[in-house]
């Protein structure tokens, strides 16, 4: 039997979603990457240093030291690369622009060669029937930036507005569908709280004015984009995390609520009511000094869709020992996946109740979802993924569930189309549809990828049917 009739096989043994039809026509199904997590070329047509390249070529940072110079050598595959993508059957690509590619040094003009590179790939998505999701900022803040302060200065926000505006003014026509920031929770409390990313910073302090300035950074790069492309459509992508008291003590249910005020409604209160709540000023009392007058009007400017990053569940244990907020934080025992996360799928429609209901009545994206697992080429060349084929079908149905409870669910990007750099985690953990033999280059779609064209073919074809009730 050859290396496709087993996948064939094996394919036909997975079940399908529960409730295709719970998702709506037009539901947008896609994949999701980031520039500095599949790029490379990073010394190539005149790119600048980021925070992450700094921070992965300094001892100690990465896992084995690992960095994104190579990545999956997005820059000079991306021409196969789509062409992988549009045979997935995806209508949508998730992608992000690096902004020191960009803007080498975070102000100024643009750099030709990187406004080619962009418009190229934007273009190649067009002429391959693949519509375009831009993330603007995911993580890889131009270097001189840093050096002038980073985030925890309030002129890094102008800048991100300017270069924004630069960047819709080269690439909108080609670009309907903006992201502002990815997770500025990670780039802020993990940047400069808990020195575990760039730019590897320990001061909580630095953090919480940090994420500050990342909320005023996206409103005042929504209002350039309103301006400049008044058709297009803007949001943002928040991670949320599902956070459960470990037991029902009293120390671990304000554990908990310290946890979700330090972390998913340190961006959610204030872009979607315009305030920091007591809770969140609570966990983070330097917050009030990096606060300006119409800053809060500024952030909490209404978007056209929220995008929500999801991953697992967590429980939450007081210690009065722990470093970090007095707790410690643990998948559903055992962990499930290879980054010690839990595979829970009723948290995703946890948090999408919990949005839809307590902070937004705009259209919800899942903007990235998926789960790493040590996945292996077998013998035949062939990925068997079964893990994340289950995960999947898992998050797909708990989404479905979600839309029947009421939720504007429009689409579902999986976190990632290909293996990648997985930040201070390195290469040790693979989240893509898509395996990468780093080495080589090779791409091979695992079995999740197969799996998941044939669930978008199937819905797209049965939404398609005149006899669709919806
Ligand atoms: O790889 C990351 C991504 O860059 C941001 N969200 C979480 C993913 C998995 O850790």
Redesign the pocket.
């Known amino acids: 039997m050859t290396t496709s009739e087993r996948l064939r096989d094996r394919l036909l043994a997975q079940a399908s979603l529960a409730d295709p039809s719970a998702f709506p026509p037009g539901f947008r199904w896609g994949l999701s990457t980031?520039a500095y997590?599949i790029e490379g070329a990073v010394r190539e047509d005149g790119r600048g240093p980021s925070i992450w390249d700094t921070f992965s070529h300094t001892p100690g940072k990465t896992f084995h030291g690992d960095n994104g110079d190579t990545a999956c050598d997005h820059y000079h595959r991306w021409r196969q690369d789509l062409d992988l993508l549009q045979e997935l059957a995806v209508q949508d690509y998730r992608l992000s622009l690096s902004w020191s590619r960009l803007q080498p040094a975070g102000s100024g003009p643009l750099n030709p060669l990187a406004v080619k590179f962009y418009r190229d790939l934007l273009s190649g998505l067009a002429e391959r029937g693949v519509r375009p999701l831009v993330t603007l900022y995911?993580w890889d803040l131009p270097q001189p930036l840093e050096d002038a302060g980073g985030w925890p200065a309030r002129s890094t926000a102008a800048a991100f507005a300017d270069y924004v505006a630069a960047a819709v003014v080269a690439l909108g026509d080609l670009v309907q569908d903006w992201i502002t920031l990815?997770?500025p929770w990670c780039s802020s409390v993990l940047g400069y709280g808990l020195g575990a990313h760039a730019p590897g910073r320990r001061d909580l302090a630095a953090a919480a004015t940090a994420a500050h300035h990342l909320g005023l950074a996206h409103g005042l790069a929504l209002a350039r984009i309103r301006q400049l492309a008044p058709a297009s459509r803007v949001g943002i992508s928040n991670?949320v995390t599902d956070l459960w008291p470990a037991t029902d003590s009293p120390a671990d249910q304000a554990a908990t609520q310290r946890l979700d005020a330090s972390s998913n409604r340190l961006f959610l209160d204030p872009l979607c009511h315009g305030v920091y709540s007591d809770p969140v000023h609570a966990v983070w009392p330097a917050l009030a000094a990096a606060i300006r007058p119409g800053d809060l009007e500024t952030i909490a400017a209404p978007t056209d869709f929220l995008g929500l990053?999801h991953y697992h569940r967590s429980y939450v244990h007081h210690d009065d020992t722990a470093p970090y907020l007095a707790l410690r934080e643990t998948p559903a025992e055992p962990a499930d996946t290879s980054c010690g996360w839990s595979v829970v799928p009723d948290s995703l429609e946890a948090v999408l109740i919990r949005v839809a209901r307590d902070y937004s009545a705009a259209p919800i994206l899942v903007t990235?979802s998926g789960a790493s697992f040590d996945d292996y080429v077998d013998p035949d060349a062939a990925v068997v993924d079964q893990e994340r084929v289950d995960y999947l079908r898992g998050y797909l149905d708990a989404a479905g569930r979600a839309l029947r409870a009421g939720v504007d669910l429009r689409g579902y990007y999986a976190?990632s189309f290909l293996d990648n750099y997985?930040?201070a985690l390195g290469y040790s953990k693979r989240?893509g549809l898509v395996h990468v033999d780093y080495a080589s280059q090779r791409r091979i779609p695992k079995l999740s990828a197969h799996w998941y064209r044939r669930e978008i073919t199937q819905h797209r074809q049965m939404t398609a049917s005149p006899a669709h009730p919806a």
């Open positions: 980031a997590q995911h990815n997770e991670i990053n990235e976190w997985e930040w989240f």
